[in-house]
Nanobody, 115 residues
């Protein structure tokens, strides 16, 4: 059973930075793709960023440049580094991993950007 655990959410002021980590229960290179989605109140879940086994990245609209995605195979971790945070980045952030057409989700971690 694949398990994904998100770490690092919390409250941050506008303009601040935050790092989210997703720790997988198995070798992250077993997944075709791994990354992050988010869901704000009253909105649909949307893509933030993913990275595939070959290192190619996919990004949600307008997020690349403020956010970066990285991975550490030894730690079975994919990280999301978020800079210049805005109130509209407030959401529950979910880790996602995909093997072919099967998707796995973490429980989510709340990120709140507010002064």
């Amino acid at each position: 059973q694949v398990r994904l655990v998100e770490l690092g959410g919390g409250l941050v002021e506008p303009g601040g930075s935050l790092k989210l980590s997703c720790v997988a229960s198995e070798n992250i290179f077993n997944f075709n793709e791994m990354g992050w989605y988010r869901q704000a109140p009253g909105k649909e879940r949307e893509l933030v960023a993913t990275i595939n086994v070959g290192g190619n990245e996919r990004w949600g609209d307008s997020l690349k440049g403020r956010f970066t995605i990285s991975r550490d195979g030894a730690k079975k971790t994919v990280n999301l580094h978020m800079n210049s945070l805005r109130p509209e980045d407030t959401a529950v952030y979910y880790c996602n991993a995909r093997i072919l057409y099967r998707k796995y989700w973490g429980q989510g971690t709340q990120v709140t950007v507010s002064s």
